[in-house]
């Protein structure tokens, strides 16, 4: 089992940390990697787009080759987790601020996204958030955080803030406006395991 974390910019050393915490909860084994270049992420069972500039994160999947290859493995059924800016990188559409800046999106998801729905740096929080997977609330680290405006059909609503969607999920495909790698609850992240040890089975 090998999971790959896009490794180009964000919030790259948090994820890892809190994969492998999750995998040794479950008494499982996995090899994390981080991706920088084209050629890593076919080797992969599952991969992970954390937060960071998307933008930024957008033109560096497509400059270094990765954006196509990970398109490939969405259509052969690799899991998939984006958080901030990977919700925003898995969306179809965005909001007028993509659309002026030539935000790269890898239209993966049958979604549209407000790029900075929540603000700005100063404008981050955390609350108590119900996601409807889990039992009980959750407490959402949101950074500069984007939304889901609009869903197709096939898209699950896991849970929203202020009536934006913060969670959802389609197919293989595991979005989340928050931050789950930046607390130490790892309920999060074994849902996502769930997803990708199953796809292994």
């Keep these: 089992m090998r999971i790959g974390v896009i490794a180009i910019q964000g919030n790259v050393a948090e994820h890892v940390e809190a994969l492998e915490r999750a995998i040794s909860e479950r008494g499982e084994e996995a ?3 981080t991706i920088k270049h084209k050629g890593l992420v076919p080797t992969c069972d599952a991969l992970v787009l954390p ?3 998307s933008t930024t994160l957008g033109r560096l999947l497509l400059r ?6 990970i398109k490939a493995m969405h259509a052969a059924g690799m899991p998939i987790l984006g958080t901030c800016a990977g919700l925003i990188l898995l969306a179809k559409k965005g909001d007028e601020q993509v659309r002026k800046t030539h935000q790269h999106l890898l239209g993966l998801m049958d979604t549209q996204v407000n790029r900075n729905a ?3 740096q100063r404008e981050s929080f955390e609350t108590h958030l119900d996601l409807a997977f889990l039992e009980s609330p959750f407490n959402a680290v949101f950074i500069r955080a984007p939304a889901i405006t609009h869903v197709g059909k096939d898209v699950k ?3 929203t ?3 934006m969607i913060v969670a959802a999920e389609q197919g ?4 989340l406006a928050f931050h789950p790698e930046l607390t130490s609850d790892s309920r999060v992240h074994q ?3 769930d997803k990708v040890f199953t796809s292994r089975m």
């Design 172 to 175: 293989n495909l595991f979005a």
């Design 191 to 193: 849902y996502f395991l």
């Design 157 to 159: 609503v896991l849970a």
């Design 51 to 53: 937060g960071g500039e």
């Design 118 to 120: 929540f603000g700005r």
């Design 161 to 163: 803030v202020d009536n």
């Design 31 to 33: 090899e994390i990697i």
């Design 64 to 69: 270094e080759g990765i954006a196509d290859e």
